[in-house]
């Protein structure tokens, strides 16, 4: 039972803070703007697309989400999302991830890299119901159910056609060939060998230099892959933090409860005790009384010195379970105060 306590305290506050990279819900009033991508069908603005809609875009529409942050920080950012007609997104790459469920993309904040604050999220992204766009971008990072999940796509079609050009012009040449005057000083036969120039361009085995640039670069991708997801540390570290402020509130709960059965059974016996002490204040001969009141009853263990001293044995039961509690709830408290840092640091 304890236990199963402990846990449902401790997923209810990890679950409490998951949502740091998730939209939770779409309440921005302001009009849809549309751009070169999505053209608004009417009135000039965009109207505004319920989310269980995107996955079923009919062909030549789009949906954008767009963020609306205060730039004083006055009010909270808030999402919206927009449909009209597909404009031109040749600029731009499909970018998918799969085996993810296109749902969870709608309301997962997009990042262009790991390592990045969790409001530094893109501010406008597009949807088709197949893949994800955001301008400039060919690779995205999401967080899906607290991991994070690489988009990736092919390059942008426009890219893909400039290539082709590029790859199917053929260099520029001159048609004629300068013929050379032998009385012109300043002109040289092609036939002659220039000692004056050489050739830079002949191959050069420097095998070990490339491996050292590639171990340069993979060190330097390794440290970024270590070291430049900060938020996602801070992010695992409150939620750390937040398991331990649960366990801890969970154990001051339980040694509160055992300080309360102590100073209960220590309130009974101290009644007991007064009522006793009471009754041989009014006998006329009270040390007589006390003597014989602190003497075993035949074979039975009960006296009253015996029952002050389970009076004491409470007291310092109640008093042990007290500072175990107080210790609970205060390493529950720094934890919640580390965990609410961290995740709006």
């Known amino acids: 039972m304890k236990r199963s306590l402990l846990m449902v305290l401790c997923l209810s506050v990890v679950s409490a803070f998951a949502g740091v990279y998730d939209i939770e819900e779409f309440s921005a009033k302001d009009a849809g703007t549309p751009d070169d991508y999505i053209v608004a069908e009417f009135g000039g603005t965009l109207k505004v697309a319920p989310a269980d809609e995107v996955e079923t875009l009919q062909e030549g529409r789009l949906v954008v989400r767009q ?134 361009s002949a191959p050069v085995d420097n095998t070990s230099a490339d491996d050292r640039d590639y171990a340069a670069s993979d060190a330097a991708n390794d440290v970024g892959d270590r070291f430049g997801i900060a938020d996602e540390v801070r992010f695992w570290a409150a939620v750390a933090l937040s398991a331990v402020a649960g366990a801890g509130i969970v154990m001051g709960v339980l040694n509160h409860s055992k300080a309360g059965e102590a100073q209960d059974a220590y309130d009974e016996l101290s009644e007991i005790n007064d009522k006793v002490l009471s009754v041989c204040a009014a006998d006329a001969n009270p040390d007589k009384c006390r003597a014989v009141m602190s003497e075993k009853a035949g074979n039975s263990d009960w006296s009253l010195a015996n029952m002050q001293k389970r009076m004491d044995e409470n007291k310092a039961t109640h008093d042990s379970y007290a500072t175990a509690r107080n210790i609970w709830f205060g390493v529950a408290a720094g934890a919640i105060a580390g965990a609410v840092v961290l995740f709006v640091w």
């Open 67 to 200: 963020k609306f942050e205060d730039p004083f920080g006055e009010s909270e950012t808030s999402y919206q999302l927009y449909q009209g007609g597909k404009g031109d997104l040749s600029s731009m790459t499909a970018l998918t991830a799969e085996g993810v469920d296109y749902s969870k993309l709608i309301s997962a904040k997009l990042y262009e890299r790991r390592g990045m604050s969790a409001d530094k999220d893109v501010e406008k992204v597009y949807f088709d119901g197949k893949a994800v766009y955001a301008p400039g971008l060919t690779t995205a990072i999401v967080f899906i159910d607290g991991s994070p999940v690489t988009l990736k796509g092919d390059a942008p079609a426009a890219e893909e056609e400039e290539e082709t050009v590029a790859a199917a012009t053929p260099a520029a040449s001159s048609s004629e060939e300068e013929e050379c005057d032998e009385y012109d000083p300043d002109c040289e036969d092609e036939d002659e060998e220039d000692y004056t120039s050489y050739n830079t």
